[in-house]
């Protein structure tokens, strides 16, 4: 890692040895980084030279504990997609279809978790993977890679400020729309700027509640389907039979079902995801290499259980030709009024539940629109450190946030006011098309990185088997992840090809493919400029870094829990 010259230096914390050993996919030896004590607690130190030649240095704090990593991961993939959006595949694809893509997605985001793990616990430093992709494939690589991901995040804040929006006109249109997008980058603003402790916090606390709801109404759908409902209806599967499983979209017979089915896979691949908002985080956690693969695992697991399950629900709640949620997703209607939750809720006579389905989307958007504050400050941060953006960016506060890079991305937020112009889930829709296909780039870099790390090793002679966490399946899983997101990429924008009347729209295509050919014009141009090349895998430096994660393993000294309350939410996601 790199940190600026601000960085207050201190002794470093008395040494105490640390027990081995992992649990979960990954096998090997605990870790982490030196603990120095600086400002307001711990300091990455971790030097580095950047893109430009000019020594940086991290000034984040390591003050993020277990819980944290675990709920950041689970709290920025679920926003209102889970809740609301989810519908707009169930009425293309029909309820097998949303289903069966759900779950086959998940093969692919397990496929990038495991690359990720692997290289994340062996140098868990600020915006890893980014600064891997320059550093394992090639400089110009790892230029393209961190300002994509940068874009894919900061563009998902004006989306999450738009959701916020529309989700608070659901009780009422009194409230001013500019108001209320100020109020909220606002509060994004207080929330990014103080030690990342509190932004941890924040987010935990937000994501539990996501969590109750998921599983909330998981055991709601159970529970109604059987027969527990005000009109006493035992409905079961039967939307599964009629209308049936699967819908027909713009064909009839097989070829409407297959486009049904692809329009549901999309769906998913904007919705899913987890491992890249834990990675972001790897810098600023306490005991990263016995934490993160736990996170790994438990991110992974969960955020399975919960879209997979949610798609299932939503396909036994409402059927595919629901008329009442057609015509809320036509009419732009606010909030958890598209929900397919709520449309169930309403039509089984449930008075109470949509109100208190609609405040925790409310939560869940907000916290999801955070979330991304922080790893786009945080993917600005790794750019900086290694000379790829401004070097003013890696200019950090005495509790460890880099506030140009924050208030940068809060610029973007701004972006939310255009639906004071324009209608609004028009606007949604333009930055659902444009940050899904960077967010698939993003995986596919992912995926590559790891197969350039993973020829390194074996031209290095560096066994797996002494990694913090040796990955599943390597390196059929890197392929398969790699082949599966770039497809993905290439197909998000596919109806505006269809020979059929009225398909075919300029602003469709340009926001589902415009982040394609972008990512190569970054690469190219960098690489002509420096003067960059591909390393071969014996000229990769692999141990970069890794005396310092080294040193911090075994000086660390884990904190004790202040009280009561502490030390059972330690045990609970310890």
Known sequence: MARDAAAHNQPPAYASDQEKGLSGAGSGSDGAKKDVLGGDGPVARVSLSSGSGVPSRDATHRKLKSRHIQLIGIGGTIGTALYVQIGKGLLKGGPGSLF???AFWCTFILAVTLCMAEMVTYLPISSPFIRFA????????GFAAGWNFFVFEAALVPFEVVACNLILHFWTDVIPTAAVIVIIIVLYALINVLAVQWYGETEFWAAVGKVLLAVGLIAFTFIVMVGGNPTGDRFGFRYWRE????????????????????????QAAFTIAGPDYVSMAAGEAENPRVVMPRAYNAVFYRLTAFFVLGALCVGILVPYDDDVLTAAFKNAEPGAAASPYVVAMNRLRIGVLPHIVNAMVLTAAFSAGNSYVYCASRSLYGLALEGKAPKFMTKCTRAGVPVYCVGFVLCFALLAFL???????KVLDWFVSLVTASQLIN???????YLFWYKALRAQGISRDSLPYKAWLMPGAAWYGLVGTFVMAFVGGYTVFLPLPGQWSVPDFLFSYTMIPVFPILYFGWKIVHKTRILKPHEVDLLKDKAEIDEYERNYIPAPPKNMFEKILDKLFG
């Open 419 to 425: 639906q004071l112009e324009s209608n609004a889930a």
């Open 443 to 449: 995986f596919a870099v992912v995926c590559t990185t």
């Open 243 to 266: 209308p049936g499983a699967f819908a027909e979209l713009y064909y009839d017979g097989a070829l409407g079902k297959w486009l049904g089915f692809l329009q549901c896979l999309i």
């Open 100 to 102: 069966i893509a759900f």
């Open 134 to 141: 320059g550093r394992y494939v090639d400089e110009a690589f």
